[in-house]
């Protein structure tokens, strides 16, 4: 089974500054999609970026990019010049790319809350 | 576009008692999931549904029903609430299996 590993419960950053939040994962698979949702205290999920396993090249959404290292199956997220508006809880997310049963569900992390501060 | 619809936003139920959690979606998503959140634990999949008809069990699948008639609803019924059952409940539909889910607003449960 696949799963999911954010190594930090809390981060914080200086408004304006840059922070890495940290996602592994563990899978025998080749093909698969990972992502990146941010949690603010209106409890709504938010889907912050996407990643294609196949593709090398890293997927950036303006300040936001992730450095995907797939033979480490490591996929963090950096958020750069932060702002009071990015303190949230962020879930790193996997899914295989199959269109039957749970092998298409997604699979979340525990999360990290990220602190902003002036 | 609304999205993805829950209803209610809270609810207070007595244990024993059993209600449904309606969710709609209007972007025309055959994969539709519903998922609990709790204090450290993440988002844990209760049931999910891969189109009209199609329904099967996530890991957390106990004291919770599902039905998917049409493309648009999918409702989750919890049968006799208990109090372990208090957490914030998702559903969340997507496109196909490369796409990640687009989120209800959630509801928050808490079972007295």
């Known amino acids: 089974a696949q799963t999911v590993t954010q190594s930090q419960p809390e981060m914080s950053v200086q408004e304006a500054e840059t922070v890495t939040l940290s996602c592994t994962y563990d899978?025998?698979?080749?093909?698969?999609?990972l992502f990146w949702y941010k949690q603010p205290p209106s409890r709504q999920m938010i889907l912050v970026i996407r990643?294609?396993?196949?593709?090398?090249q890293n997927a950036t959404e303006n300040r936001f990019s992730v450095n995907f290292q797939k033979a480490a199956k490591s996929f963090s997220l950096k958020i750069s010049d932060s702002q009071l508006g990015d303190a949230a809880m962020y879930f790193c997310a996997y899914r295989r790319p199959i269109n039957t049963g749970t092998a298409s569900k997604l699979t979340f992390g525990t999360g990290t809350r990220l602190q902003v501060t002036l | 576009n609304a999205g993805v619809t829950q209803t209610p936003k809270f609810q207070v139920l007595k244990t024993g008692q059993s209600m449904t959690l309606q969710c709609a979606q209007d972007?025309?998503?055959?994969?539709m999931s519903w998922y609990r959140q709790d204090p450290g634990m993440g988002l844990r999949l209760i049931h999910y549904?891969?189109?009209?008809?199609?329904?099967d069990q996530g890991e957390v699948p106990n004291g919770y029903n599902v039905s998917r008639s049409t493309t648009e609803d999918f409702p989750l019924r919890l049968l006799s609430a208990a109090p372990s059952q208090t957490s914030v409940y998702f559903c969340?539909?997507?496109?196909?299996?490369?796409?990640?889910?687009?989120f209800g607003s959630g509801t928050r449960l808490t079972v007295v």
């Open positions: 990643q294609e396993a196949y593709k090398q």
């Open positions: 899978t025998s698979e080749s093909d698969y999609y």
């Open positions: 549904s891969v189109g009209a008809g199609i329904t």
């Open positions: 969340a539909s997507s496109r196909d299996a490369t796409y990640g889910y687009t």
């Open positions: 972007m025309n998503h055959e994969y």
